[in-house]
């Protein structure tokens, strides 16, 4: 688990160094995703951090929290709601200080897991391996966010390996979730890495790439 996780603590280094330098206004700025402001994006960050923690720390407590959810369901934008709510009411610094605190708390679970170790989370349970890939996913792509509101290019790292990865595993899976057929073709994957390093998933001669 030490690579993953570190590339998941380098996600979060990297976009905090966009964060340190916004003003007060700046948090309030609107971001392609949803109308959701980049405090919103922080809150939405913290709020799974802490339970994705739990997930890896406690499962059955991580269960639990998943039964009452499921008892007390209006709606997919219910459960978004209550992941902006607690941001929404904290200043920068305090938000900042939340999401330091629940990303802190998840890497220190991870890290001693078997790789291999599934853990419970809203969909389908997942290794820790793939677990911290999907943080590390949500990271990148919230993070994408807050770098497109505020004008910046952004540095292609050797994490995203990690979360192509995370596509090719879920690919089947990617098509049952929308209530679709899942092909029965495999499709290779190839993609060239930052240093020019190839990624490669499946067989070169499948005729689907």
């Known amino acids: ?3 993953i996780c570190r590339e998941l603590e380098r996600e979060y280094n990297r976009l ?3 964060l340190k330098n916004l003003t007060e206004a700046d948090w309030h700025r609107v971001t392609p995703f949803n109308g959701w402001t980049i405090r919103d994006q922080i809150s939405h960050l913290a709020y799974y951090d802490n339970k994705a923690g739990l997930a890896a720390s406690d499962p059955q407590a991580f269960r639990a929290h998943c ?3 499921v008892a007390n369901f209006e709606s997919t934008e219910q459960i978004f709601r209550q992941s902006l709510e607690e941001g929404r009411h904290l ?3 305090r938000l900042m200080e939340w999401w330091h605190t629940e990303r802190g ?3 220190a679970a991870l890290q001693p897991l078997d790789p291999q170790q599934r853990l419970p989370w809203y969909g389908p349970s997942m290794t820790a391996e793939s677990f911290a890939a999907a943080r590390l996913m949500e990271t990148w792509a919230h993070g994408q966010d807050i770098f497109d509101a505020c004008g910046l290019a952004r540095e292609i790292t050797p994490g ?3 979360i192509a990865l995370l596509g ?3 690919f089947g899976w990617s098509f049952v979730n929308r209530k679709m057929e899942k092909p029965g073709e495999k499709v290779y994957v190839e993609l060239t890495g930052p ?3 190839v990624w490669a998933w499946g067989d070169s001669r499948w005729p689907n790439r």
């Open 168 to 170: 090719v595993k879920t």
């Open 91 to 93: 200043s920068p610094a």
């Open 160 to 162: 995203l390996q990690y």
């Open 16 to 18: 905090d160094e966009i």
């Open 105 to 107: 708390a998840l890497l």
């Open 195 to 197: 240093a020019g390093e």
């Open 67 to 69: 039964e009452a959810l």
């Open 1 to 3: 688990m030490d690579t």
